[in-house]
């Protein structure tokens, strides 16, 4: 059968416009939202495995032949061994590293985004997205050795963050500083395998190669204990504050009051009216074994009409634990309830037992009652 070579030369025609990578990463990021459903798939975590493997072989392998000095001809090594196979296909080594760095980054950016409060986890997420981004529009410059190394560092290191707790059932410091240890050494072990019998100038090289993927993660523990790591496996549903909250059967029922005709879209209360009760309602995803405690952190700030006092920080009122089981799909559902609230800034924190920040939920109240306010229920 031969070849339609007009057809090929469309397809590399087409590979080779300027809109193409765009189309790429629109594409690969909407493929890997709507596949990529719970955190706990067992083949979305084996895929993810056999991708961080790759990568970190992929690298092993071609940081061999730059430091042995390829692509000159391997004339001096058998047809079959792994090297000689990896010149003939050296083309591809860029491709192929653009492809698993991407896929990766494009997973954790949809896995953290889902578990991201940005009130503190921005900045991690940013590096995630950026780093995304940058593989898919300038991966031809991911050629050095130390820049692979200190990427692979922050694949493995986002990787560990969130499959040990889906693998332990455990969420905790320990378990989060184990997934940093088997970063560094999984890193460490690229280092040692790409300069294994190979001749340098400099016998501090393999060092100078790791050195910036350690300090990245090193810097990304600091992130942990500054609670700016999502707090993931976990993931919010839903949440709001309601007026009252009553479970029937299997189902829990939400009453709030009804805002204005032009805003259709509202589920929840952002003024309650009167001294309460407040009811805070949240759904919570976490994996199948996963058992966990997250706290409902209320807190106060009265209303003040001065600029200056407007920006006074919010003083605890209740930190309420609530344990939490995992596996149902649409989160675990809980609520706590307030049954005197002041007049005033309110909000309610939803937090890990570390107080990383699952949701941050805000509204006000206001000491006069609406004449005959309408009321809304939901079901969920």
Same mark, same amino acid.
């Given at each position: +059968?031969?070849?339609?070579?007009?057809?090929?030369?469309?397809?590399?025609?087409?590979?080779?416009k300027p809109y193409t990578p765009i189309l790429s990463f629109c594409a690969g990021v909407t493929y890997d939202t709507l596949t990529l459903t719970r955190i706990d798939r067992l083949?979305?975590?084996? !895929?993810?495995?056999?991708?961080?493997?790759?990568?970190?072989?992929?690298?092993?392998?071609?940081?061999?032949?730059?430091?042995?000095?390829?692509?000159?001809?391997? #004339?001096?090594?058998?047809?079959?061994?792994?090297?000689?196979?990896?010149?003939?296909?050296?083309?591809?080594?860029?491709?192929? #590293?653009?492809?698993?760095?991407?896929?990766?980054?494009?997973?954790?950016?949809?896995?953290?985004?889902?578990?991201?409060?940005?009130?503190?986890?921005?900045?991690f997420l940013g590096v995630i997205v950026i780093v995304l981004v940058a593989n898919e529009f300038y991966h031809h410059r991911f050629s050095t050795l130390t820049l692979q190394v200190?990427?692979?560092?922050?694949?493995?290191?986002?990787?560990?963050?969130?499959?040990?707790?889906? $693998?332990?059932?455990? +969420?905790?410091?320990?378990?989060?500083?184990?997934?940093?240890?088997?970063?560094?050494?999984?890193?460490?072990?690229?280092? +040692?395998?790409?300069?294994?019998?190979?001749?340098?100038?400099?016998?501090?090289?393999? $060092?100078?190669?790791?050195?910036?993927?350690?300090?990245?993660?090193?810097?990304?523990?600091?992130?942990?204990?500054?609670?700016?790591?999502?707090?993931?496996?976990?993931?919010?549903?839903?949440?709001?504050i309601y007026h009252q909250v009553e479970k029937i059967e299997d189902s829990y029922h939400l009453t709030f009051e009804e805002g204005p005709w032009y805003n259709f879209w509202k589920?929840?209360?952002?003024?309650?009216?009167?001294?309460?009760?407040?009811?805070?309602?949240?759904? $919570?995803?976490?994996?199948?074994?996963?058992?966990?405690?997250?706290?409902?952190?209320?807190?106060?700030?009265?209303?003040?009409? !001065?600029?200056?006092?407007?920006?006074?920080?919010?003083?605890?009122?209740?930190?309420?634990? !609530?344990?939490?089981?995992?596996?149902?799909?649409?989160?675990?559902?809980?609520?706590?309830?307030?049954?005197?609230?002041?007049?005033?800034?309110?909000?309610?924190?939803?937090?890990?037992?570390?107080?990383?920040?699952?949701?941050?939920?805000?509204?006000?109240?206001?000491?006069?009652?609406?004449?005959?306010?309408?009321?809304?229920?939901?079901?969920?």
């Amino acid at each position: +059968m031969s070849l339609n070579v007009p057809a090929l030369k469309t397809f590399r025609t087409f590979l080779d416009k300027p809109y193409t990578p765009i189309l790429s990463f629109c594409a690969g990021v909407t493929y890997d939202t709507l596949t990529l459903t719970r955190i706990d798939r067992l083949f979305d975590n084996l !895929i993810l495995l056999l991708y961080v493997a790759l990568l970190g072989t992929l690298i092993i392998l071609t940081g061999r032949a730059k430091l042995e000095d390829w692509p000159s001809a391997p #004339l001096h090594r058998s047809p079959w061994s792994p090297l000689s196979l990896l010149h003939k296909t050296k083309t591809y080594h860029i491709p192929a #590293l653009h492809f698993l760095f991407g896929s990766l980054f494009s997973a954790y950016a949809i896995v953290y985004s889902r578990s991201a409060s940005l009130n503190s986890s921005a900045i991690f997420l940013g590096v995630i997205v950026i780093v995304l981004v940058a593989n898919e529009f300038y991966h031809h410059r991911f050629s050095t050795l130390t820049l692979q190394v200190t990427l692979y560092a922050l694949v493995t290191f986002s990787f560990f963050t969130f499959f040990l707790p889906v $693998v332990t059932g455990y +969420m905790n410091t320990l378990v989060f500083l184990l997934g940093v240890g088997l970063s560094i050494a999984v890193v460490f072990r690229v280092v +040692m395998l790409t300069y294994r019998g190979v001749s340098v100038p400099n016998p501090w090289s393999p $060092v100078l190669t790791g050195l910036p993927a350690i300090g990245l993660v090193a810097i990304f523990t600091g992130f942990y204990f500054l609670n700016w790591i999502p707090p993931v496996p976990l993931s919010l549903k839903f949440a709001g504050i309601y007026h009252q909250v009553e479970k029937i059967e299997d189902s829990y029922h939400l009453t709030f009051e009804e805002g204005p005709w032009y805003n259709f879209w509202k589920d929840t209360d952002d003024v309650i009216r009167g001294e309460g009760p407040a009811y805070c309602f949240i759904s $919570v995803f976490a994996p199948v074994r996963l058992e966990t405690t997250n706290y409902h952190h209320w807190q106060y700030r009265p209303t003040s009409t !001065i600029e200056t006092e407007k920006a006074r920080p919010f003083h605890t009122t209740d930190r309420i634990p !609530i344990t939490i089981s995992g596996g149902r799909e649409a989160g675990y559902r809980s609520y706590t309830v307030k049954n005197h609230v002041n007049p005033g800034d309110w909000q309610v924190t939803i937090e890990t037992e570390d107080e990383r920040i699952i949701d941050r939920i805000e509204f006000s109240v206001k000491a006069s009652v609406a004449e005959n306010p309408e009321y809304e229920t939901i079901t969920y």
